[in-house]
T-cell receptor, first 119, second 110 residues
Framework: AQKVTQAQTEISVVEKEDVTLDCVYETRDTTYYLFWYKQPPSGELVFLIRRNSFDEQNEISGRYSWNFQKSTSSFNFTITASQVVDSAVYFCALSETGFNAGNNRKLIWGLGTSLGVNP | EPEVTQTPSHQVTQMGQEVILRCVPISNHLYFYWYRQILGQKVEFLVSFYNNEISEKSEIFDDQFSVERPDGSNFTLKIRSTKLEDSAMYFC????????FGPGTRLTVT
């Protein structure tokens, strides 16, 4: 069965602190995609990153970085030097690839981690 | 940049009424989806649509729900007889390899 677990329900930090959001996933597929989305208070879903299961290289984008470890089925997200504008709910998601649908399968979502960054 | 649009942004309806939520996917995308998010909870998959038919649906997507692509540009979700528990944010997405989400329609059933 496919499952995404975000064990941290809420995290509160002070501005400029680094924060890591954990994501653990379960899948029987050998090929899959992992995602992170941000949902600010306005409610829209903002795409942050997609990672293919064959690509375990860590990625850095500005203050954001992602650590993908297949050995522990984890895809953690770190925000360096957090800012108030980072306050949002962050969702990790999984998409298995199907023979016919390729990378267009449904997304399976974690419960989300609510991050509050205080000035 | 192309984007997915959804109308209305907020819909209030009475229990038992039918509602239609509308989405305009990105024009060259071939896969379409509906997800919902009950307030404060996770996003849940409802249905995917490809080649004018449902390709996958969840247990939530029962006989009260239907989807349609009536004119080659719009993609609609119909709820035949709304219940209080249908109150949620409904997100449409389209994909040409990566799913792009619309801004959502907040449905409130009273």
């Amino acid at each position: 069965a496919q499952k995404v677990t975000q064990a941290q329900t809420e995290i509160s930090v002070v501005e400029k602190e680094d924060v890591t959001l954990d994501c653990v996933y379960e899948t029987r597929d050998t090929t899959y995609y992992l995602f992170w989305y941000k949902q600010p208070p306005s409610g829209e879903l903002v795409f942050l990153i997609r990672r293919n299961s064959f690509d375990e290289q860590n990625e850095i984008s500005g203050r954001y970085s992602w650590n993908f470890q297949k050995s522990t089925s984890s895809f953690n997200f770190t925000i360096t030097a957090s800012q108030v504008v980072d306050s949002a709910v962050y969702f990790c998601a999984l998409s298995e690839t199907g023979f016919n649908a390729g990378n267009n399968r449904k997304l399976i979502w974690g419960l989300g981690t609510s991050l509050g960054v205080n000035p | 940049e192309p984007e997915v649009t959804q109308t209305p942004s907020h819909q209030v309806t009475q229990m038992g009424q039918e509602v239609i939520l509308r989405c305009v996917p990105i024009s060259n995308h071939l896969y379409f989806y509906w997800y919902r998010q009950i307030l404060g909870q996770k996003v849940e998959f409802l249905v995917s649509f490809y080649n004018n038919e449902i390709s996958e649906k969840s247990e939530i997507f029962d006989d009260q729900f239907s989807v349609e692509r009536p004119d080659g540009s719009n993609f609609t979700l119909k709820i035949r007889s709304t219940k209080l528990e249908d109150s949620a944010m409904y997100f449409c997405a389209s994909s040409g390899g990566l799913q792009y989400f619309g801004p959502g329609t907040r449905l409130t059933v009273t």
